[in-house]
């Protein structure tokens, strides 16, 4: 098992930033990738940003160029950095955790943090 704390959200001005932060423990071994997703009301889960064990990145269109995702190894932690915020940013973000022990996947999430932009 795989715990995940994050911490970092809030409330901040459009054109604001914060950071993100996801702490994992646990039965951190074998862990492939790490990332963010969001979930703004009405709306599905999406993925915002991830990055692998090896430092490869991926993010949503709608946040290239503003969000970084980067990893602390040896703390087990990912971050997010959300620069130039804007109102559609506002939403729960969840942390995510894929690991891969023998040829079996496994998937974790965080509690979830609320990020809400203001306009």
């Known amino acids: 098992q795989v715990q995940l704390v994050e911490s970092g959200g809030g409330l901040v001005q459009a054109g604001g930033s914060l950071r993100l932060s996801c702490a994992a423990s646990?039965?951190?071994?074998?862990?492939?990738?790490m990332g963010w997703y969001r979930q703004a009301p009405g709306k599905q889960r999406e993925l915002v940003a991830r990055?692998?064990?090896?430092?490869?990145?991926y993010y949503a269109d709608s946040v290239k160029g503003r969000f970084t995702i980067s990893r602390d190894n040896a703390k087990n932690t990912a971050y997010l950095q959300m620069n130039s915020l804007k109102p559609e940013d506002t939403a729960v973000y969840y942390c995510?955790?894929?690991?891969?022990?023998?040829?079996?996947?496994?998937?974790?999430w965080g509690q979830g943090t609320q990020v809400t932009v203001s306009s």
């Open positions: 995510n955790v894929v690991q891969t022990i023998a040829t079996m996947g496994y998937e974790y």
């Open positions: 646990g039965s951190i071994f074998s862990i492939n990738a």
């Open positions: 990055i692998t064990n090896v430092g490869g990145t």
